[in-house]
């Protein structure tokens, strides 16, 4: 009988947590990030002060590098994209890239959101709210503990994996 109650706390903490993320989008405070580049970027910055995450949000964190160049990059990638040769091959030299590591985003933000001290809110497609969030925002964003301008940031903003991202083609 507890199971239930205790659903529903995390049900109403949820929906709670969601109303404040979209009251800011109303209010237009430019104090929150969504999307997975937008708020690996804030996290990066550890300007995120609670990450919002969907549990089974279906992106692989890669880090891929290039042995002619001898560079590592970091990327995002869903299942569609993770199909694409382009991610995985040089263009310029057509050599093929080195995966050092693959795993998927929502295991490595658990592993590692301490370092960057932040807090982590998980949230479920079961309600209506959190479907929304889930569907309309990629599954992920963020509350911002200062005013930021992403555009500005460097580091990923040459991710090519975002070139053609579209939530509706990729998370459905």
Known sequence: MAADSLANVKF???????????????????????????????????????????????????????????????????????????????PETGVDLEVVSSVQLSDWICLNYQSFGVKIEFITDKSPDG???????????????????????AGNADNAAFDDFDPDEDFI
Do not use: C, H
């Open 12 to 90: 109403v903490q949820e929906k709670k947590i969601i109303g404040k993320f979209f009251e800011e989008i109303a209010l237009d405070t430019n104090m929150i990030v969504f999307g997975v580049e937008d708020t690996m970027k804030a996290l990066d910055m550890t300007a995120l002060e609670s990450l919002m995450l969907f549990e089974e949000i279906e992106v692989m964190r890669y880090e891929i590098r290039n042995p002619v160049k001898n560079e590592t990059n970091v990327y995002f990638l869903t299942p569609k994209q993770e199909e694409d040769p382009k991610y995985f091959k040089d």
């Open 131 to 153: 479907n929304q969030f889930v569907k309309g925002f990629g599954g992920i964003g963020g509350f911002l503990r200062y005013k930021i301008d992403i555009d500005q940031v």
